[in-house]
Protein backbone atom coordinates (compact mmCIF):
# COMPACT_ATOMS: atom_id res chain seq x y z
CA UNK A 1 0.00 0.00 0.00
CA UNK A 2 1.49 3.30 -1.01
CA UNK A 3 0.22 6.73 -1.85
CA UNK A 4 2.78 8.69 -3.89
CA UNK A 5 1.96 12.85 -3.73
CA UNK A 6 3.67 14.73 -7.20
CA UNK A 7 3.52 17.99 -8.91
CA UNK A 8 4.48 20.22 -6.40
CA UNK A 9 7.64 23.25 -7.34
CA UNK A 10 8.52 26.55 -7.71
CA UNK A 11 5.48 28.96 -8.94
CA UNK A 12 4.94 32.86 -9.10
CA UNK A 13 2.25 34.57 -6.67
CA UNK A 14 -0.84 34.04 -8.47
CA UNK A 15 0.04 31.14 -10.68
CA UNK A 16 -0.95 27.29 -10.34
CA UNK A 17 -0.07 23.64 -9.93
CA UNK A 18 -1.98 20.85 -9.95
CA UNK A 19 -0.78 18.04 -7.33
CA UNK A 20 -1.36 14.54 -8.27
CA UNK A 21 -2.07 11.64 -5.52
CA UNK A 22 -1.29 8.33 -6.71
CA UNK A 23 -2.31 4.88 -5.54
CA UNK A 24 -0.31 1.69 -5.55
CA UNK A 25 -1.48 -1.48 -3.41
CA UNK A 26 -5.26 -0.34 -3.19
CA UNK A 27 -7.56 1.30 -4.99
CA UNK A 28 -8.89 4.98 -4.29
CA UNK A 29 -11.83 4.99 -4.60
CA UNK A 30 -12.28 2.60 -1.97
CA UNK A 31 -10.95 5.59 0.83
CA UNK A 32 -11.38 9.47 1.42
CA UNK A 33 -8.73 11.21 0.30
CA UNK A 34 -7.39 14.13 1.94
CA UNK A 35 -4.77 16.64 1.01
CA UNK A 36 -2.55 18.02 3.84
CA UNK A 37 -0.02 20.44 4.26
CA UNK A 38 2.87 21.47 6.67
CA UNK A 39 4.54 24.97 6.46
CA UNK A 40 7.97 25.22 8.00
CA UNK A 41 7.37 26.31 11.85
CA UNK A 42 3.81 25.53 11.87
CA UNK A 43 1.27 22.44 12.44
CA UNK A 44 0.22 20.58 9.89
CA UNK A 45 -3.05 21.52 8.26
CA UNK A 46 -5.64 19.74 6.44
CA UNK A 47 -6.76 21.84 3.23
CA UNK A 48 -9.35 19.50 1.21
CA UNK A 49 -10.88 15.99 1.50
CA UNK A 50 -13.16 14.64 -0.99
CA UNK A 51 -15.03 11.28 0.11
CA UNK A 52 -15.22 7.66 -1.18
CA UNK A 53 -17.35 7.51 -4.33
CA UNK A 54 -16.97 11.47 -4.51
CA UNK A 55 -20.53 12.13 -2.53
CA UNK A 56 -18.75 15.82 -1.06
CA UNK A 57 -15.92 17.69 -0.76
CA UNK A 58 -14.41 19.84 2.02
CA UNK A 59 -11.50 22.84 1.59
CA UNK A 60 -10.32 24.87 4.54
CA UNK A 61 -11.37 28.39 4.31
CA UNK A 62 -8.34 29.67 3.19
CA UNK A 63 -8.12 27.91 -0.10
CA UNK A 64 -11.98 27.97 -0.74
CA UNK A 65 -12.66 28.96 -4.26
CA UNK A 66 -8.94 28.45 -5.34
CA UNK A 67 -8.44 25.28 -4.74
CA UNK A 68 -10.41 22.31 -6.44
CA UNK A 69 -9.86 18.58 -5.47
CA UNK A 70 -11.17 15.49 -8.07
CA UNK A 71 -10.84 12.09 -8.54
CA UNK A 72 -10.01 10.21 -11.74
CA UNK A 73 -10.87 6.45 -11.09
CA UNK A 74 -9.50 4.88 -14.08
CA UNK A 75 -5.55 6.33 -13.42
CA UNK A 76 -6.48 5.70 -9.00
CA UNK A 77 -5.48 9.29 -8.90
CA UNK A 78 -6.44 12.27 -6.91
CA UNK A 79 -5.70 15.72 -7.78
CA UNK A 80 -5.82 18.96 -5.87
CA UNK A 81 -5.68 21.64 -8.68
CA UNK A 82 -4.40 24.89 -7.01
CA UNK A 83 -4.89 28.81 -8.28
CA UNK A 84 -3.99 32.19 -7.61
CA UNK A 85 -1.32 30.88 -5.05
CA UNK A 86 0.30 33.37 -2.67
CA UNK A 87 3.21 33.23 -0.41
CA UNK A 88 1.08 31.53 2.52
CA UNK A 89 0.24 29.06 0.28
CA UNK A 90 3.94 27.80 0.90
CA UNK A 91 4.35 24.46 2.43
CA UNK A 92 5.01 20.87 2.09
CA UNK A 93 1.95 18.99 0.78
CA UNK A 94 0.92 15.06 1.76
CA UNK A 95 -2.04 13.19 0.64
CA UNK A 96 -3.64 10.93 2.89
CA UNK A 97 -6.04 8.15 2.52
CA UNK A 98 -8.89 7.16 5.43
CA UNK A 99 -11.04 3.70 4.71
CA UNK A 100 -13.97 5.57 7.21
CA UNK A 101 -17.60 5.73 5.32
CA UNK A 102 -18.06 8.46 7.38
CA UNK A 103 -14.64 10.96 6.52
CA UNK A 104 -15.33 14.08 4.74
CA UNK A 105 -19.15 13.43 5.11
CA UNK A 106 -19.39 16.50 7.39
CA UNK A 107 -17.47 19.49 9.47
CA UNK A 108 -15.36 17.17 11.32
CA UNK A 109 -13.93 15.95 8.12
CA UNK A 110 -10.23 17.93 9.30
CA UNK A 111 -9.65 16.05 12.60
CA UNK A 112 -9.30 12.33 11.00
CA UNK A 113 -6.02 10.77 11.89
CA UNK A 114 -6.29 8.81 8.65
CA UNK A 115 -5.46 5.58 7.58
CA UNK A 116 -2.41 6.01 5.11
CA UNK A 117 0.36 8.57 4.11
CA UNK A 118 2.00 9.41 1.55
CA UNK A 119 5.36 11.40 1.60
CA UNK A 120 4.88 14.81 0.73
CA UNK A 121 5.40 17.39 -2.15
CA UNK A 122 6.61 20.64 -1.86
CA UNK A 123 5.47 23.83 -3.09
CA UNK A 124 6.66 27.20 -2.74
CA UNK A 125 5.08 30.53 -4.20
CA UNK A 126 7.86 33.01 -4.43
CA UNK A 127 9.08 35.57 -6.80
Known amino acids: VQLQASGGGLVQPGGSLRLSCAASGFTLDDYGIGWFRQAPGKEREAVSCISRSDVSTYYTDSVKGRFTISRDNAKNTVYLQMNSLGPEDTAVYYC?????????????????????WGKGTQVTVSI
Open 96 to 116: AAEGSYYYCSNNAWNKYGMDY
